[in-house]
């Protein structure tokens, strides 16, 4: 007979690990929720992976315990508990209800000492003991039958603890842990320990002596007058620490190990909780949705697999799906179709599809209108067999993130989902994931594919009557829908990339980095591995004894924000950062872009993502156009890669000056503010005059930097605070700057308040287009959460009317680049920007249409104004 498993939680240790490491949610009722499912999902996996036949979670019981009549101030100073995770903890026990898991608290004792005792019960060799923590105290109970897990990154990242491992990190045996502790205390815990002696004294001197008790019996033959001191006069302090490091493994529970008999859960008694709670997602990977709810079970769906296309199932309109399965439908191939409209529901085969020129004449007909859910992808690898698709009357991609953009509905399943119409599969239900992912057999790829198309028809209809309902229509039909094909078209198109010049760069960056590299060894005195955080720390803050601004759990924090506080400190730092940003920019953005080259073009093919971002922003992956690092020279130059397709040709960039200021000005009506665009002044220097009360000639460069952080920073509802850091000023000062601004744009601060009170009364904020975001948070009762949402309400409608100027810009140059014959072609969008390539004798004409487009996309009280530059590069023509 095999062993025993038995498996013991630290319920509120996980807890609390799973709250602080999500972000916070709430369900429909609006309860908290974040906390319950990380547990839920930690839970899930201990379950799946260990199998245990017994299994316990342990509760403290309360704030006091029998470690106070030794030490009063123990677990003093300790931050109250958050009330979003103490009104958690009873959905926690219900779930452990729920899932038939025995739970245990005892009064007086701590979680720890339950486990302790019942590890220690199960030591007669017919068990296997596993306890799940994040508290590095537990690994004391580690023996050869007792495993130790912690938790690390999030919350179902975790590493475990053998005799072997302990001794691997620590030098040390587990039960030596508490000596360790004794010494070195935890302020965590509020364990006072010996002052002055960290973990790597203890360590040495626990690996020389062994004990806390001995180390003390030797003072004498330690070396350092310092320690020797300290140890001295701490010593009844240590003993008390250790005593209060030592978990107990006596504690008078009233259950043995037989109780904790574990024999598996019901789905009848956990989906219900899941669903009250609103874990979808866990309801799926546990395949509860049709068990949990009969109505939602698969309707039947009359669909035929055909074997010809006739003009019965090309009806106008229709539903139509082109189904790739890859991430990258820029390489993808179509692997089948289906259409469904009022005659019924029919699935082609790639196959079928390709022989067929009837299929392609439809599918080209732009009189033939088409329903589908990202038209975009599918025009991209239609395009690539050579079918230009036309017709397209709805996109219910778009429209369901119109409609709501906070919620992540990436395909038909999620939006049939939403509007309860038609059951559908996930795709990851029906082709697997990762590596795993493959087609299935064609009658279920058929039965899936048919589904989504026929939600997709019957959807229609709904979605475009809630679209007219919020004011919506102009924005989807006339923006949205077009703006979708004048990407695809930009995504076909790509643009030209050097890849010689890119692997150049590359070579000088290695050289400029080992340059750098020799030069902070040089200065550090030592040879060190400086992408080693640890290694890093110790030169800094303990060879070269630079002040330690910010300590982790791991060591000395060396990220940037701190460097950066520390420059000007010694020479090693200001090489240390730059070493680190030209070390991105070799692997993220040299190498990086190397490997998208595609190779039968010398083109990047980005795609644009239209559905992603609350605000409207447009952004770009695979790779990320938007984020190269242009305020560094070296990032700059990555431009001189990106070329005109054609020889004689130039790229042209064109960038709307101070769009957000302009947007901003427009929707508060501040006379000072418009008054600054309309006579064309130097908006920071108008700011600087109002706020600093000084003409013009008066106004110094140093103002003008204080102005322009304000400027852009208010609404995003920068705080004294952070501007204080930005300009390296105090906080009053800060505020007071902060003040002086509102007193002196008052139009200013009342589009503040006003964006405010909209939310709150509204539950959402709109773009001068009728874009909306939801701000469910704006009257939550977390300062943090209800402060982000005020701040998202002043700064959506200025960001969001942007992005909807740059994208109505982009669809009205597409159709005047045709108007106007040119051929010219719009490559990119970034940001503010947009980038062209023509032909040299179409420049002139270019720079002009362009001008005239972008600044009269949309009519506001200020004028628009664009920057135009062109260059035989994307690097020339800025």
Same mark, same amino acid.
């Given at each position: ?78 931050q109250k508990t958050p009330p979003e995770l103490s009104e958690q903890f009873p959905f926690i026990r219900q779930l452990l209800d729920a899932f038939k898991i025995k739970r245990y608290e005892l009064e007086n004792y701590e979680a720890d000492d339950i486990i302790g005792t019942l590890a220690s019960s199960a030591a007669d060799g017919n068990w296997d003991v596993k306890v799940f923590t994040g508290d590095k105290d537990l690994l004391q109970l580690v023996t050869p039958d007792v495993e130790v897990v912690l938790t690390r990154k999030g919350i179902t990242e975790v590493e475990a603890y053998t005799v072997e491992q302990v001794n691997e990190r620590y030098g040390i045996t587990p039960d030596q842990i508490i000596d360790m502790k004794g010494l070195m205390g935890d302020p965590s815990d509020n364990i006072p320990g010996v002052p002055g002696v960290g973990e790597k004294t203890a360590i040495k001197l626990i690996k020389e002596y062994g004990s806390v008790e001995k180390v003390l019996e030797s003072i004498d033959q330690i070396s350092g ?427 042209? *960039? $064109? =960038? ?13 009506? !501040? /006379? @000072? #503010? ?127 009317? *942007? $992005? =909807? ?13 045709? !108007? /106007? @014959? #040119? ?56």
């Amino acid at each position: 007979m095999g062993k025993n498993k038995l498996v013991l939680v630290d319920g509120n240790s996980i807890a609390y690990r799973a709250f602080f490491a999500l972000p916070l949610l709430n369900n429909d009722k609006g309860v908290y929720t974040n906390a319950v499912y990380g547990f839920t999902q930690m839970l899930l996996k201990i379950l799946e992976d260990e199998k245990p036949s017994h299994m316990l979670v342990a509760f403290d019981a309360g704030k006091t315990t029998f470690r106070h009549k030794t030490f009063g101030e123990y677990k003093g100073g300790r931050q109250k508990t958050p009330p979003e995770l103490s009104e958690q903890f009873p959905f926690i026990r219900q779930l452990l209800d729920a899932f038939k898991i025995k739970r245990y608290e005892l009064e007086n004792y701590e979680a720890d000492d339950i486990i302790g005792t019942l590890a220690s019960s199960a030591a007669d060799g017919n068990w296997d003991v596993k306890v799940f923590t994040g508290d590095k105290d537990l690994l004391q109970l580690v023996t050869p039958d007792v495993e130790v897990v912690l938790t690390r990154k999030g919350i179902t990242e975790v590493e475990a603890y053998t005799v072997e491992q302990v001794n691997e990190r620590y030098g040390i045996t587990p039960d030596q842990i508490i000596d360790m502790k004794g010494l070195m205390g935890d302020p965590s815990d509020n364990i006072p320990g010996v002052p002055g002696v960290g973990e790597k004294t203890a360590i040495k001197l626990i690996k020389e002596y062994g004990s806390v008790e001995k180390v003390l019996e030797s003072i004498d033959q330690i070396s350092g007058a310092k320690l020797k001191e300290r140890l001295t006069e701490n010593k009844d302090q240590a003993l008390m620490s250790k005593e209060l490091a030592t978990i107990t493994k006596e504690a008078p529970i009233e259950l043995g190990l037989e109780d904790t008999n574990y024999e598996g859960y019901e789905n009848s008694s956990v989906f219900p909780l899941f669903k009250e709670l609103g874990f979808q997602s866990l309801l799926e990977r546990l395949g509860g949705d049709e068990e949990l709810l009969p109505e939602t079970e698969k309707e039947e769906l009359n669909f035929q697999m055909v074997s010809s296309i006739d003009a019965e199932m090309l009806q106008n309109p229709s539903a139509l799906i082109v189904e790739t399965l890859t991430e990258d439908y820029h390489k993808a191939d179509i692997q089948g179709y289906a259409i469904s409209n009022n005659n019924g529901t029919y699935y082609i085969s790639s196959s079928l599809a390709k022989g067929s020129n009837e299929f392609k004449e439809w599918l080209e007909d732009n009189n033939q209108k088409k329903r589908m859910f990202d038209a975009k992808r599918a025009h991209v690898a239609l395009k690539r067999q050579g079918i230009q698709l036309n017709g397209i009357e709805f996109d219910s991609q778009l429209a369901s993130y119109l409609l709501n953009p906070s919620e992540s509905l990436d395909e038909v399943a999620d939006v049939a989902k939403q509007y309860g119409k038609l059951t559908v599969d996930s795709n990851e239900k029906v082709y697997g994931k990762g590596a795993k992912k493959k087609l299935p057999e064609e009658d279920i790829l058929a039965e899936h594919l048919s589904r989504k198309a026929h939600a997709i028809f019957i959807l229609t209809d709904l979605l475009a009557d809630k679209l007219k309902e919020n004011e919506q229509s102009n924005l989807f039909y006339d923006l949205e829908m077009p703006l979708s094909l004048v990407l695809a078209k930009m995504e076909e198109i790509g643009v030209k990339v050097k890849a010689d010049t890119l692997r150049e760069m590359g070579t000088d960056l290695e050289a400029q980095l080992s340059m750098l590299e020799k030069d902070i060894h040089e200065l550090a005195g030592v040879s060190f591995n400086i992408n080693s955080p640890k290694q890093l720390g110790e030169i800094l803050f303990e060879k070269l004894n630079l002040p330690a601004i910010k300590k982790t759990k791991t060591g000395y924090s060396t990220s940037v924000d701190v460097l950066e506080k520390l420059e000007g400190k010694h020479e090693i730092i200001n090489k240390i950062l730059i070493y680190r940003q030209l070390g991105k920019l070799r692997s993220t953005y040299i190498e990086g872009l190397l490997k998208v080259v595609h190779e039968d073009t010398g083109r990047i093919h980005t795609r644009f993502n239209q559905v992603l971002a609350q605000t409207g922003r447009l952004s770009s992956i695979d790779p990320n156009l938007q984020n190269i690092p242009i305020r560094l020279e070296a990032g700059r130059k990555i431009r001189h890669a990106f070329v005109p397709s054609q020889p004689g040709w130039k790229i042209l *960039a $064109a =960038d709307y000056s101070q769009i957000e200021l302009r947007v901003l000005a427009h929707i508060s009506q !501040d /006379e @000072n #503010l418009m008054e600054a665009f309309q006579s064309e002044m130097d908006v920071h220097t108008k700011t600087a005059m109002d706020v600093f009360h000084v003409n013009q000639d008066e106004v110094t460069s140093e103002m003008r930097r204080r102005a322009k952080a304000v400027n852009f920073g208010i609404v995003y509802g920068i705080s004294d605070y952070g501007l204080s850091q930005s300009l390296g000023i105090t906080r009053k000062e800060a505020g007071e700057f902060i003040k002086s601004y509102l007193e002196s744009f008052p139009g200013v601060q009342q589009y503040m308040k006003d964006s405010i009170a909209e939310a709150k009364q509204n539950g959402y904020v709109s773009t001068l287009l009728h874009r909306r975001r939801y701000l469910p948070e704006i009257n939550s009762r977390n300062f943090n959460l209800r402060s982000f949402a005020e701040r998202t309400a002043m700064n959506t409608p200025i960001q969001g009317t *942007a $992005a =909807d100027i740059i994208k109505k810009a982009m669809v009205d140059m597409d159709k005047r680049l045709s !108007d /106007e @014959n #040119l051929e010219a072609k719009m490559l990119l969008t970034v940001h503010d920007e947009l980038i062209f390539e023509a032909p040299e004798q179409e420049i002139e004409k270019l720079k002009e249409i362009v001008c005239e487009v972008m600044e009269q996309a949309v009519q506001l009280d200020v004028p628009l104004k664009v920057d135009v530059s062109w260059g035989d590069s994307w690097y020339e023509a800025k």
